[in-house]
């Protein structure tokens, strides 16, 4: 059933994809044995997580080894950083350097081990949402044991020079992590070409089904981990493999690995129509920088009214935003993103996140654009914030 016309929220998640489901539904109906049993029908599991390692890698270009399967973004970011947490705070080495737009599964997993003496480099992330190489290289310490810096931001959707920083910390002999989850199977990765240590990725963000992730770690880092019991991830990650959902991820990187350059241009330009569209609404800014994005990204901000407002006006004419994140979405403070950026509280509040799948049409991107500017009129109609800014009490910001 279709309660949606639009779905314009692709960086909280994505519809499973045809070749995930189809790829998986075997694994749910008929071959549902234990991949960790000896009789055939369990070895037949474990054929199928063995071939989705050696895919899923060889969509990043890595090697099967270098892949554990977590149960998605967040516990692969996690296992990463903490892991490097242990290797550093062996070597009496406890400094790390992170920047301030990172998704709160790093964020927070930071902020832990602060409290257990390790120290933190937050880099700021400039008006235009981009990290400095050269603050980063200023920012390296003798004591420095990982940086860990996101590939693309899913709430502005700004692109990191991330082989510049691999190189960097390749050079210094640092472990280098990124957050991916945004930018596998959207934009094309290489970790071996950019210098990446470790690399957290989730399939729910590729079209394949939610749950499932994994995590890359270049051969030799020894991972900690975070759920103890059985030998399986040989000894990274405990637990029966959830070998459906394992199948699917691999069937839908795949997928959207073997058309990223078809996608990414489409997109690219659908989103450039969308951004030129919704500049033309007075007082409102692009977040982040307009090149250097995720082709499917669109981030604005509108002075003037409340972000929530507009998203459930949005909702009543069929289309699904985002007003930042989802794990900030349902508490009254802003965006850490959009304040790391420059955009001040109020202005933060008028945020409005469009992320288009890879189906959208030049017709969504007008209806959109139509939806947004007669949303945004008629609050700000009624918004007396808007009225005090018209009548020159207060300065407009944008
Ligand atoms: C969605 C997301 C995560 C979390 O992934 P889950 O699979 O939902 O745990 C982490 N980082 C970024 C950048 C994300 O967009």
Redesign the pocket.
Known sequence: MDLYKIYADN?ATTKMSGAAINAMMPYITEYYGNPSSLYSFGQKAREAVEAARESVAKCIGAQPREITFTS???EA?NQAILSAAALGRKSGKMHIISDEIE?H?VLHTLKKLEKEGFSVTYLPAHSDGIVRVEELEAAVREDTCLVTI?YAN?EIGTIQPIKQIGEICRNKKILFHT?A??AVGHIPLNVVSEYIDMLSA?A??FHGPKGI?FLYARKGIRLTNLIEGGAQERGRRAGTENVPAIVAMAAALNEAVGHVGEYSNKASALRDRLIAGLSEIPHSALNGDAVKRLPSNVSFCFEGIEGESLLLLLDDKGICASSGSACTSGSLDPSHVLLAIGRVHDVAHGSLRLTLGDDATEEDVDYIIKSVKEVVEYLRGFSPVWRDLCNGKGKFIL
Request: charged content about 20%; glycine content about 18%.
């Open positions: 960086a998605g973004g967040s970011d998704h599964a996101m899913n957050d989850v945004q989730s729910h963000k992730g």
